[in-house]
């Protein structure tokens, strides 16, 4: 252990330990703006700085261990009008129109501005103009220079986690500033759209597309037929920035807050995630029987970032990955074909949303393969952040509101379905039918736990061996880009074999996708998040997808089995069918 | 009323001049990899600062061009904005009555044809060639890109096994480098912003004197592949040593009796004593690396029959022969070679020079090194005769001063003209042409002419020519290794294009370099080979880095090495330079910046782990 003082108070913290650690042992919080434990300790914004004894200039307590004796004071007055002036040079070069920044209120630099007690800055307004302040405004990641601050947490969180290195520095000298690595346009880039950047930047600068004037749009025309599904993780999270506690922030209350929003039919994907286990299930038994697993694994296609990573980085893998859609494209093709015979409506009439937690999403509803001859599957994606918004915007106050049920026909949805949120999620799921389709009979609910995969960004990937039907199925799941780089290179080189592997390119899964709300405190959310769906499963009557009577109905009335002409042409896609704008460059 | 009165300095002039020097300083340590534009625009802001406003060009044609580079950067710029550049540029190079205003245009000038690629993307996209990447300077220029702050704090903090096991992460020399390498680590050292470079070369020799002798780590899991090292030099034992830790199995064939290369053969003891190269050698040889010495390549065994009998073959045979100047009587007798004249002495059958007259030609370290070998050896007198001006001499400044202070003579601005012998065939004189310093080359120096001065003769009883190596790739060449100018081509990767399995570097393919180029050369060929034979094996050192201190020491000067009192160190082969204190070495230390983690370091590129 290191004894230090902090502000006069005495604490001991064990070695290595930084200052600004150190101090919040001693219950001293520094304020700080680009630090973020574990992944941007690197002292760019120079908020954290404070005053040691004995040495010369002010210190950046948030990469720097203390050692033994050293006197730390965090509030005097050099202190102090260092971090004002700090702050005033990033507020000159940050477009400050709060009221029209969706992070207002959430805003790491707004908060330590408004805490110093910032009223004018001296320094004049610099900010970038003309071209070079342009983004594309189509494309689902929206970027505004203007309100970066170059703290490089979005860099280092898509290099050092999910090793795609979208964004870098450009430029040097005073035009230092983020921008898409190698000189490239978003659009040309393989950026896979997984949103980590967004969810931890700390200001408005980086967002995705707002797509909610169009959802508005929707509701307010009196020809189209509003259809909403909500994703799985999304209940988990939604209730967060509304102050809702999780108790309250039931899916059920959250259907009743899209009835209120004017949506005419509420569903929950969680019934498509069903389907899509009984799709995926089935191929994948199919593949796995016919040898077609020996070398390579099947891959889980539910997650659009990861769908388009391993096209990014490794198409010569893409014939890999199960031709099942995503629960919300099949949610969406069911939707049009089904549905819309069981209301007796206009396949077209249809405005058929979605609430994800995820901005790839948005990509993928837009991709030329996703429609049915009835029409693209999904015309919407909304983000959580959106719904959020949505809710705010209309002044629903979600507490107030009673619990409502989905709407009926694609209703019900089981345990299973729920925990697609989270990683692991799909492959217990899959296991759960796979072992039913095998042997008859179900496995208690809880036999696959095994693979729920570790929700903390921790490195590697989880393992587990299963026996179906006298065969042993080797399953992997992984989640974060990094890992499953790693993944797949043990898989290209032979060190490792699965037969069926999950990935989400989120850390964590969708419980920690790139659409979740931000955590004001900068805290990794996926875990518990995770957990909550884990719980909702654990308390559902219905574990097992196979016994959703909702699909059972969807097969015998409309799909047949599993595979079948008509399941292969709503529920399944060609992912070959489309390209990512760019195979990914030769690192330097 | 004074008519006249004596001028000093005010305050203000006396602290601007004390500025210019700190900027000079700063220039001249300049981080690689900033925007040449950018660079470009400031540099034209500080000359434009020099102007005293009489003549139009320079008050108003720098002050239109600031404005126009600035509209590139910024991406505001109209179509043809850099031909006006250009256009007004020339103008002013060609028209400002000074050159306070021609020389600033002259750069821009230079600059926009220069770099004009990178103008136009600025212009038209808003991008620049040249990405932030001034992570560790001294990391950054090292060939090897030795972890140089890391080694640094472990000195400080008294762990120098630590540090040079380090070290040998990605160079296996250090031992030989702490005394020999010409360290271009120091030439961008951000402690010159403060005041002056660490001295990183002494603080290394600092930590080899003092370390123990640990064996090496135990090489990767055998993986079978056989390969074959030709040459047993820096850049041969670089690759083999890493190989072999890789789990390959390395042979490596030396045309000599023994190891060593250049350092050996080329690198009088007494700056590298033979005890210490050997230790570098010993610690290779102890990862298992095989050695055929007194084997030729190309005469005992053939280049294909090695490509057959190995999965891969690296070539790293250096330069160890001369070339003639081509000057008459240049084959008399006692006309050495410095080449063939220190590889005698590093093989231990040095020449008698008692009583004679030595002159030697050239101006590189090569020549130093003979010239004060010579002088060792028993000269009467050493001269060392040179083209151009002692400032152009491409040796390292404190070799020339050791060799003045050691008795040589420095003749500089004459050429070489004829070489005279006696009636036995020995050499008797060297006539040389004097010489008179001209204009600018293409390379920056100040190039010599002949002079209006009759020619010279400098009488002596053995000339050494210290001028130009050649590489004897003649063997490789028949072996399907394809050459350009007489040296090995291989691609950037050390792969010799149009082969199966054959890689090279070193000086063999970029001609007499350095150490330290060598031994980089040597990594990259063993990375490239690992990869080759389907493999990713790293390498890596466990050495836990100690934190950076807080503050680093204020301004504060640079300890040098010591030379031994010069008149003593003629007489021996003892080495000439004594290594630092201990106090000098903690102060040293001391002084590192610690660029690895303050700065740009700790964000990105700040330590490579492992390779």
Known sequence: ?588 | MRRLSIETPDRAQQVVQDLCRDMGHRVAANPPGLCPVDLALNFLRLCHAQTCGKCVPCRIGLSQLETLIESVLDQTAPEGTIDLIESTAAAIADSADCAIGYEAAAMVLEGVRGFREDYELHAKEGRCICSLKQPVPCVTVCPAHVDIPGYIALVREGCFQDAVDLIRKDNPFPYSCAYVCEHPCEKQCRRRLVDDAINICGIKRYAVDHCGDEAPPAPAEATGKRIAVVGGGPSGLTAAYYLQLMGHSVTVFEQRERLGGMLRYGIPDYRLPPEVLQKDIDYILKTGVEVRTGVCIGTDIQVEQLRRDYDALYVAIGAHADKKLGLPGEDSENVLSAVEFLRDCGEGRPLDFTGKRVVVIGGGNVSMDATRTAIRLGAESVTCVYRRRIDDMTALPEEIEDAQAEGCQILPLQAPHRIEADENGKVAALWTKPQIIGSYGRDGRPGPRDAAEREFRIPCDYLIIAIVQRIESDNFEKGGIGTSRGALKADLSGYVPGTPNVFAGGDAVTGPATVIRAVAAGKVGAANIDSFLGYSHTIRCDVQIPPARLSNTPPCGRIQLKARNPLEARGDFALATCGMTEEEAMQEAGRCLRCDHFGYGIFKGGRTSQW
């Open chain 1, 1 to 588: 252990m290191v004894n230090v003082t902090v502000n006069g108070k005495a604490v001991a913290v064990p070695e290595h330990t930084t200052i600004l650690e150190a101090a919040k042992a001693a219950g001293v919080d520094i304020p700080h703006l680009c630090y973020l434990k574990g992944l941007n300790e690197i002292g760019a914004c120079r908020v954290c700085c404070v005053e040691i004894e004995g040495e010369r200039n002010l210190v950046p307590s948030c990469n720097n261990p203390v050692f033994e004796g050293m006197v730390i004071r965090t509030n005097t007055p050099r202190v102090r009008s260092t971090r004002k002036i700090n702050v005033e040079l990033i507020l000159s070069q940050h477009d400050c129109h709060c009221a029209t920044c969706l992070r207002s209120g959430n805003c790491h630099l707004q908060n330590i501005a408004n805490d110093l007690g910032i009223l004018e800055n001296p320094y004049p307004r610099d900010l970038v103009t003309g071209v070079r302040a342009l983004w594309p405004r189509d494309f689902p990641l929206y970027r505004d220079t203007n309100k970066c601050i170059k703290c490089m947490r979005c860099i280092q969180v898509c290099d050092k986690v999910q090793g795609v290195n979208v964004w870098d520095l450009s430029g040097t000298g005073s035009r230092t500033r983020v921008d898409v690595s190698h000189n490239r346009r978003i659009k040309e880039s393989d950026c896979v759209l997984c949103g980590q950047c967004i969810t931890h930047c700390p200001t408005g600068a980086l967002r995705e597309r707002s797509d909610t004037e169009k959802a508005f749009a929707a509701l307010a025309d009196p020809d189209r037929i509003t259809v909403v599904q909500i994703a799985p993780a999304v209940r988990a999270a939604w209730g967060e920035s509304l102050g809702l506690p999780p108790e309250k922030a039931t899916v059920n209350r959250m259907a009743a807050a899209l009835r209120a929003l004017g949506f005419d039919y509420v569903f929950d994907t969680s019934f498509s995630a069903d389907l899509t286990i009984m799709e995926e299930g089935t191929e994948f038994l199919q593949r796995f029987k016919a040898g077609d697993t020996k070398y390579q694994p099947m891959f889980t296609s539910c997650c659009p970032g990861w769908v388009r990573y391993l096209k990014g980085h490794y198409p010569d893998m893409t014939a890999r990955l199960s031709t099942a859609k995503s629960p919300q494209q099949m949610f969406g093709a069911v939707v049009r074909n089904y549905l819309s015979k069981k209301l007796g409506v206009e396949p077209g009439r249809i405005f058929s949303v979605s609430i994800m937690p995820c901005v790839a999403k948005k990509a993928e509803c837009d991709l030329p393969t996703m429609h049915t001859e009835a029409g693209r599957d999904v015309d919407l994606v909304l983000t959580t952040r959106e719904l959020v918004r949505m809710i705010r915007s209309e002044h629903i106050h979600p507490e107030t509101l009673a619990e409502e049920s989905f709407d009926s026909i694609l209703g019900p949805y089981s345990g299973a379905g729920v925990i697609f949120g989270a990683t692991g999620g799909v492959m217990e799921a899959a296991l759960r039918s796979a072992y039913y389709l095998v042997n008859g009979r179900n496995p208690p609910p809880e036999a696959f736990t095994a693979v729920r995969g570790a929700a903390d960004g921790t490195p590697g990937w989880t393992e587990a061996e299963f026996d179906l039907g006298g065969s042993t199925v080797k399953t992997a799941v992984v989640s974060g880009l990094g890992n499953t780089r790693k993944l797949l290179e043990a898989v290209r080189a032979g060190r490792v074999h699965y037969d069926f592997v999950e990935v989400m390119a989120c850390p964590g899964g969708c419980a920690g996708g790139g659409g979740q709300p931000h955590s004001p405190n900068d805290e990794e959310l996926a875990g518990s998040r995770g957990q909550l769906l884990y719980g909702i499963d654990k308390g559902s009557a219905l574990r097992f997808s196979h016994e959703n009577p909702a699909i059972q109905a969807l097969y015998r009335e409309a799909l047949g089995a599993p595979g079948s002409e008509t399941a292969e042409e709503w529920l399944h896609t060609d992912h070959l069918g489309w390209d990512m704008p760019a195979q990914r460059r030769e690192s330097e």
